[in-house]
C-alpha cells in the first residue's frame, strides 16, 4: 500500500455523503455504495460515521463463510465474495461486528468494500479517501496522521472477541483499545 | 500439498480451506495451462525421438550358424537349436521331405516353450493353450499377440544354415 494506511475519523465526518457517491461511481458496482454514513444518535445530534471494511487480520466475515468466497490477499485486504462461489447465505453478514458486507439480494451475491485494490495497489487513494473534504477518510503515511491531535488504533473488543484491524479508527489519545458492547448499542431494553 | 503434516493447534480444514490468498494450495489456471503445455511439448520430444531412433535403427546383423545336415531330421521330427544367442533356444521342423522351417521356441505371449505336434501339424504352447500354424508361424488361437519369431534358413552343400531372424508384427 505504498506506505499508506487507512484512517478514520468520526470527529471529522459532516455528513455530506460525498464517500458514497464516489464508491457508487465505480465500474465494479455502479449505483452501489461499499460505504455508508450513518446517524450516531439522529434525535439528539447531528453527529454521522462512515462505515467502510476494517480489514480485519482474522475477518470473522472470511472465518464464518461456508464457501470459501471470501478472501483476503496478502497485502491484507479482504475481498468481495467470488461471484461463483457466494451462495448469498447472509453468514457474513450476520458475523462481521462492524455491519459492512451487504447482501445484493438482486444478484445473490454479498458485496463488500475492498479499498479500491486496483487503485491502493497503484498507489491512488481509495475513492472515499480521495473526495472526503475534511478528510475524516484519510488514506496517508502514520507520519501524516501523526500530527493531529487523535490517537489511530486498531485494536477492538468485541465482548470476548479481540479484532486486530488493517483500517485505524482516529481516538482521543488516553484510549488504546476500542472496547464495544455490543448490549450498549442496543436500543432495546435488556432484562 | 505437503506429504507430511506436522500437528498444529488449528484444525486441517482450516489449513486446507484457508481465507488468505497467500495460504492457497490450488492449481491455478496458468500453472495449469503451463503444465499442460510443458507436459505435450516434452511428449512431442519424445514421440519425435522415438521415431528418429526408428528412422536410424539398423537392420541388427546375426550369425551364420549351420544347424543341421540335410536328412539329420526325419520327416514330421523336430530338432532343437539355439540361435541366435546360446540362451535363444529355436526348433527346427522338417514338415515335409523338402520343406523346413524354424522358429524361436519362446511363445510370443509370456515366453513358454513351444511344442510341434505332429498330428495336428500345428506348434502349441502348453501354458496357456496358444497354437500357432507350424508353416507360418501365425496365430490359430489364443492369447499370442504376434506370430512366432521365425528363424530364416537356408541351404548351403546339403545343409541347413541359419541366417536371420524374422520378428513378427503385431497382429
Not at chain 1, 45 to 67: F, G, K, R, W, Y
Not at chain 2, 129 to 149: C, D, H, I, Y
Request: with cysteine.
Amino acid at each position: 500500500m505504498f506506505g499508506r494506511e487507512f484512517y478514520i475519523d468520526p470527529s471529522r465526518c459532516i455528513g455530506c455523503k460525498a464517500c458514497e457517491n464516489a464508491c457508487a461511481e465505480c465500474g465494479t458496482h455502479r449505483g452501489a455504495s461499499m460505504i455508508h454514513v450513518d446517524y450516531l444518535d439522529r434525535p439528539a445530534s447531528i453527529a454521522t460515521v462512515p462505515t467502510v471494511c476494517m480489514h480485519c487480520e482474522d475477518p470473522t466475515c472470511a472465518e464464518v463463510c461456508p464457501a470459501d468466497a471470501i478472501k483476503q490477499t496478502e497485502d491484507g485486504v479482504v475481498h468481495t465474495s467470488l461471484k461463483p462461489r457466494c451462495i448469498a447465505c447472509s453468514n457474513c453478514v450476520l458475523a462481521c461486528p462492524f455491519g459492512v458486507p451487504k447482501m445484493m439480494t438482486r444478484i445473490e451475491q454479498m458485496m463488500k468494500c475492498d479499498m479500491c485494490f486496483d487503485r491502493t495497489s497503484e498507489g491512488k487513494k481509495p475513492m472515499c479517501a480521495t473526495v472526503c473534504p475534511s478528510q475524516a477518510l484519510a488514506f496517508v503515511t502514520p507520519e501524516e496522521i501523526g500530527h493531529r491531535r487523535e490517537q489511530p488504533v486498531n485494536i477492538f473488543h468485541f465482548g470476548n472477541q479481540t479484532v486486530t484491524t488493517k483500517v485505524f479508527m482516529m481516538t482521543p489519545p488516553e484510549v488504546d483499545v476500542i472496547d464495544v458492547d455490543v448490549v450498549d448499542f442496543m436500543w432495546e431494553e435488556v432484562s | 500439498m505437503k506429504l507430511f503434516r506436522l500437528p498444529r493447534q488449528q484444525p486441517l480444514w482450516r489449513e486446507e480451506v484457508s481465507f488468505r490468498g497467500a495460504d492457497e494450495q490450488y492449481v491455478n489456471r496458468r500453472q495449469f495451462a503451463k503444465f499442460t503445455v510443458l507436459a505435450s511439448l516434452g511428449m512431442f520430444a519424445g514421440n519425435a525421438w522415438i521415431l528418429v531412433r526408428s528412422w536410424l535403427r539398423k537392420e541388427p546383423s546375426y550369425p551364420e550358424q549351420a544347424v543341421a545336415s540335410m536328412n539329420e531330421v526325419p520327416v514330421g521330427a523336430v530338432k532343437q537349436f539355439q540361435y541366435p544367442g546360446p540362451h535363444d533356444p529355436c526348433l527346427l521342423i522338417r514338415l515335409d521331405s523338402d520343406t523346413y522351417v524354424a522358429y524361436s521356441q519362446k511363445c510370443t505371449h509370456l515366453s513358454c516353450a513351444v511344442v510341434y505336434d505332429r498330428t495336428k501339424n500345428r506348434i502349441e504352447c502348453p501354458c496357456h493353450n496358444g497354437f500357432f500354424s507350424a508353416r507360418t508361424g501365425e496365430v490359430l488361437q489364443g492369447p499370442p499377440p504376434r506370430p512366432l519369431v521365425r528363424i530364416r534358413l537356408i541351404r548351403r552343400d546339403e545343409r541347413l544354415v541359419a541366417v536371420g531372424v524374422d520378428t513378427g508384427s503385431e497382429s
